[in-house]
């Protein structure tokens, strides 16, 4: 009724003496205790988030790659002086005397791929950002900048990453109830982070956002 097994058999990753090898009766032996309501681990969210971000840093390395601009130089001078001619260019001086060598032969290579390295950073900070939302840690929301963002969504913001870590916390105390009644063990779970703080102040009778001055006259 529970979706919790009535058995379990506790695996000894670490051979440590205190883990029975026996089968263990569920609330009388051991007490099963999960950090969400769908009894699903964290690790299956976070994994999917961890390889979405590596996924477009990877295609942010690729459009990188694309965007430099190679130069295609036919051989047929002094290959001395056109390497000489490469080597100071690439060390950045800013004028070239060069004898004998034509200036047509530096010829870049475009690839014509968009550049698109911004939109893909923006789509990996909301990636990383919905992440922390869901872990119930601090962020910006969907933007970089806050100031962007209306009081309105800013504090939405704000009540989903407390939601989360509320949805946590509650989670675990109500394991720690579980061990102290099964097993008459008291165990407590403190948070590291406060509660993130709604932003702005509203004072009675006022309401939040810009003000419009009202003439009286």
Not at 51 to 60: D, T
Not at 65 to 94: C, F, G, S, T, W
Not at 159 to 171: M, P, V
Request: a negative charge.
């Amino acid at each position: 009724m529970y979706d919790l097994p009535e058995t379990v058999m506790l695996i000894n990753e670490h051979a440590s003496p205190l883990v029975p090898s026996n089968i263990q009766v569920v609330d009388k032996d051991v007490c099963i205790g999960f950090i969400q309501r769908n009894k699903k681990p964290l690790s299956m969210i976070v994994d999917w988030y961890v390889e979405r971000i590596a996924q477009v840093e990877m295609v942010i390395n690729t459009n990188l790659h694309l965007h430099k601009m190679p130069y295609l130089i036919p051989v047929e001078e002094d290959q001395a002086k056109i390497e000489d001619a490469v080597r100071r260019i690439i060390n950045n001086e800013l004028v070239l005397f060069v004898e004998g060598v034509d200036p047509n032969l530096f010829k870049a290579v475009a690839t014509g791929a968009p550049y698109i390295i911004d939109k893909l950073h923006e789509y990996k900070v909301g990636l990383e950002n919905e992440l922390k939302t869901y872990l119930g840690v601090d962020n910006q929301g969907a933007v970089e900048k806050r100031e962007q963002l209306q009081l309105d969504e800013v504090n939405a913001n704000n009540d989903e990453i407390n939601d989360y870590a509320s949805n946590f916390l509650d989670c675990l105390n109500e394991f720690c109830d579980n061990i102290k009644e099964t097993l008459g063990i008291t165990i407590s779970v403190k948070p590291t982070s406060k509660p993130v703080d709604m932003a702005g102040k509203v004072h009675n009778g006022e309401k939040p956002g810009p003000k419009e001055e009202i003439n009286n006259d």
